[in-house]
């Protein structure tokens, strides 16, 4: 079955013909007229190639291919096949843009003409990748009824998204992070329909869930700055027991920063302590230490000491914070901005 105005797949087959041996194939109508042409060679006594059919052609003419292998002196046909009206769709989405674990999505195909009621045809569902290529996710079948394909297809993330990249670890690389997103086509007789992604590209979304500790307590009531795989950050309060919930997050790693105001101000202390032991030493006047909700240079007074810890986004999780790390850090943050 051919379409108008869509490509057609062939296949030759020989014997004892050796490779790169030229071919040359026509496609004809009944009465003779050419439609398309195509010359290459061929590989290991096999051909398949493609020719366009004209969106012009007559519905319902019979078309055939004339094969011709010149070096050989050999000329033979195909049998004929019928032609089909060209496939032209009116709706082809699907009915969101972002995407949860366990959504039911519906898939919805419309058809204005080139196919008929209960012709079989299949979706096909691609996670579509900047980074690499799109990779087949599944294909399922379906029949046409009414012009139309309708069906729902329930999505779940079944990698680990602690395989997907970060944005950090794709810099050295000059590539961004590509949040997983997904498109569908519908294949009809042979020809895909939606092979541009013209559904339009469904986002996944995740959740997080996660719980801090810290010597074995739960770390109630504490700010804490999440920062995402694709490089954003939020800044969120733990609950009485700890945890942090989150939804329509980029898929992938986390990190988790302590945000913590006593160190803060702790740190300011012992640096303007510092300085002042530095001014009697040196006998100059000290300089002005301005406070944490004044305006001051970055790195002024060094960061807020923070301990990170990575999770998995859609699982749940806990991090145990160690105080004594903690600490070695404060210590190291005061050398550095003293200095």
């Known amino acids: 079955m051919a379409h108008a105005g869509r490509e057609t797949w062939l296949a030759v087959r020989t014997s004892l013909v050796g490779n790169g041996a030229k071919i040359k194939i026509t496609c004809k109508n009944e009465s003779g007229k050419k439609l398309d042409k195509v010359e290459d060679v061929i590989y290991n006594n096999s051909y398949s190639g493609k020719v366009v059919i004209p969106e012009n052609v007559k519905t319902d003419d019979m078309i055939f291919f004339e094969v011709e292998l010149p070096k050989h002196g050999l000329k033979d046909e195909s049998n004929s096949i019928p032609v089909r009206p060209a496939i032209k769709v009116s709706k082809f989405e699907w009915d969101r843009a972002e995407v949860k674990r366990e959504d039911i999505v519906n898939i919805t195909c419309k058809f204005e003409s080139g196919v008929e009621d209960e012709d079989e045809a299949s979706v096909v569902i691609y996670e579509h990748n900047p980074n690499s290529c799109d990779i ?66 469904m986002t996944f979304k995740d959740w997080i869930d996660h719980a801090i500790f ?122 550095r901005s003293v200095e």
């Not at 993330?157 to 944005?167: A, K, N």
């Not at 101000?265 to 301005?290: T, V, W």
Request: aromatic share 6%; proline share 5%; with cysteine.
């Open 136 to 201: 087949k996710i599944v294909s399922i079948p379906a029949t046409i009824k009414d012009n139309k394909i309708e069906m729902q297809w329930k999505f779940d993330y079944q990698d680990d998204t602690l395989q997907i990249p970060t944005e950090d670890e794709l810099n050295p690389y000059k590539k961004k992070y590509a949040n997983p997103q997904y498109f569908f086509m519908v294949v009809v007789d042979g020809v895909k329909i939606g092979d541009k992604r013209e559904s339009g590209l």
């Open 214 to 335: 810290e010597n074995n307590k739960p770390l109630m009531n504490e700010k804490i700055k999440v920062i995402f795989s694709d490089g954003t950050e939020k800044e969120v309060t733990t609950d009485s027991n700890g945890r942090i919930q989150l939804k329509d997050a980029p898929p992938g790693k986390i990190t988790l920063d302590l945000i913590n105001d006593d160190d803060l101000k702790k740190d300011e202390e012992n640096i303007r302590q510092q300085l002042e032991d530095r001014k009697k030493a040196e006998g100059k006047s000290s300089p002005q230490i301005k406070g944490k909700d004044e305006s001051c240079d970055a790195g002024q007074f060094g960061p807020a000491p923070s301990i990170s810890t990575k999770n998995s986004s859609s699982s749940e999780g806990t991090s145990s914070l160690d105080n004594t790390y903690d600490q070695e850090f404060l210590h190291e943050e005061q050398e």
